[in-house]
């Protein structure tokens, strides 16, 4: 009976330094699939793909869908083109955002077709100028939140000027590549109320341009929460010297 009950024990033991072994043989093809990653991501760098395919991807997610506009027209076609870049969009009568959930875009917002999208909310995406261009035709377009999108510059201000009688609040906020040339171009939007410029990294002289935009838009709040920040610095010139 000991002779069985040793050789069962013996079977179920597992053998001396196995575990051991499949640890180093994992830990051997996880240092080898790090390596082989490292190189093609170092190679990628070093001859510009990376570059490119951020450039490719950016240029085919700003292209419009002209197979939805085509069959729902303009607006929704611009309300599924904005989901697409995982943002929102308010019909009029209806105080819910219509967005993306878990990245999945469901198609009940068609029952919307005929009632206008009053509110865009295109934060932290990829949006540039041309992806603008189905946004564009939102005539009745109110509240667009920009803020945030590291492709939205000064050629996409200008071209904001189609919402001169409609937009009455617009946020930048955190938009990398804004300058205060792109800034001077909303005198256009005559009918906006609130307006959040803050940090704008490339506006250099933040209190000229918060008097200049107070100035060419009385009616409009303006919010750029480090404009002090300049004038406390001894900011000096003229209003000229923004535009």
């Not at 570059?51 to 027209?73: D, L, S, T």
């Not at 959040?196 to 200049?212: E, N, Q």
Request: proline share 5%; hydrophobic share 35%.
């Amino acid at each position: 009976m000991a002779a069985p009950r040793l050789l069962k024990t013996l079977c179920l033991r597992p053998f001396p330094g196995y575990v051991f072994a499949r640890h180093s043989s994992s830990s051997l093809v996880t240092d080898a699939k790090k390596k082989v990653v490292d190189f093609v991501q170092q190679y990628m760098a070093d001859m510009g793909w990376t570059y490119r395919w951020n450039q490719w991807r950016i240029a085919k997610m700003n292209q419009p869908f002209p197979n939805m506009e085509a069959r729902h027209g303009r607006v929704l076609g611009a309300a599924y083109y904005i989901q697409m870049h995982k943002g929102g969009v308010r019909f009029r009568g209806h105080q819910d955002w219509v967005r993306p959930v878990e990245n999945k875009i469901h198609l009940y917002f068609l029952n919307y077709k005929d009632v206008p999208v009053e509110c865009v909310d295109l934060s932290h995406t990829d949006v540039n100028y041309n992806g603008l261009t189905p946004i564009l035709q939102l005539e009745e377009l109110k509240y667009l939140n920009l803020s945030c999108c590291p492709y939205i510059d000064d050629w996409c201000l200008g071209r904001l000027h189609v919402f001169g009688n409609s937009l009455e609040v617009l946020i930048l906020k955190g938009c990398p590549q804004i300058t205060e040339r792109g800034l001077a171009c909303l005198h256009h939007l005559q009918n906006l109320k609130h307006l959040d410029v803050s940090d704008l990294p490339r506006v250099s002289h933040k209190g000229l341009t918060h008097i200049l935009l107070e100035e060419i838009m009385p009616a409009c709040e303006v919010v750029m929460t480090d404009y002090s920040e300049g004038l406390q610095g001894g900011e000096t010139g003229t209003l000229s010297d923004v535009q």
